[in-house]
């Protein structure tokens, strides 16, 4: 099956400053990768995916970029502000399967 | 439009205890899923469903059991609690063009074993 791994497990960064997480698969014909943010105590959230017939998607703060020929895909946000701080999970699946297989998740810290 | 709705929010069991966790949600979704999150591990599948009255196991299915018997609700049933079954448990659904929508989670149950 997929393997997914995340990188990195932590992250602090200053308010304003980019920050950025990377996931890489293990499986070529996966073909759709979300992103979901968790905030402390909450359920996780959609926060942007891609598809693989794109190499970027942006949304206003955030881009998520992937490269298929590597395998990997990255989280981009920037001009950090404290309402980022969370966990954020990456995930890959293969287009008509029914699981997702999700990375370990980073804790995102943006310090004031 | 309540999404999905889990119950109950908190749980202590003792070992060797049963439960039932329960997952309802009102999109009229195909399918859905319920994980256990832990601590560096991520969210691992534990059983999911593609219809009403299907069920199949994920990645992590050992001890825990699963119904669909109506469409919206996805039942996940630990028989004989254990201290390794300490976790959050999260259910999720699906539309069958998930590709489009991806997971709509619910707000987790946290569930201790002592």
């Known amino acids: 099956g997929e393997n997914v791994e995340q990188h990195p497990s932590t992250l602090s960064v200053q308010e304003g400053d980019s920050a950025v997480i990377k996931c890489t698969y293990s499986d070529s014909a996966s073909n759709y990768f979300p992103w979901y943010k968790q905030e402390l105590g909450k359920r996780p959230q959609l926060i942007i995916d891609i598809r693989s017939n794109v190499g970027e998607k942006k949304d206003q703060r955030i881009a998520v970029t992937l490269n298929k020929t590597a395998k990997h895909f990255s989280l981009h946000i920037t001009e950090t502000q404290p309402e980022d701080s969370a966990v954020y999970f990456c995930a890959a699946t293969l287009w008509g399967s029914n699981q997702f297989y999700f990375g370990t998740g980073t804790s995102l810290t943006v310090i004031p | 439009n309540a999404g999905v709705t889990q119950t109950p929010k908190f749980r202590v069991l003792k070992t060797g205890q049963s439960m039932t966790l329960l997952c309802a949600q009102d999109?009229?979704?195909?399918?859905m899923y319920w994980y256990r999150q832990d601590p560096g591990m991520g969210l691992r599948l534990i059983h999911y469903s593609v219809g009403e009255g299907t069920t199949a196991k994920g990645e992590v299915p050992d001890g825990y059991n699963v119904s669909r018997l109506k469409k919206q609700n996805f039942l996940l049933g630990l028989e004989s609690a254990a201290p390794s079954q300490t976790s959050v448990y999260f259910c999720?659904?699906?539309?069958?063009?998930?590709?489009?929508?991806?997971?709509?989670f619910g707000s987790g149950t946290r569930l201790t074993v002592v």
């Open positions: 999720a659904s699906s539309s069958n063009r998930v590709r489009d929508y991806g997971y709509t």
């Open positions: 999109m009229n979704h195909e399918y």
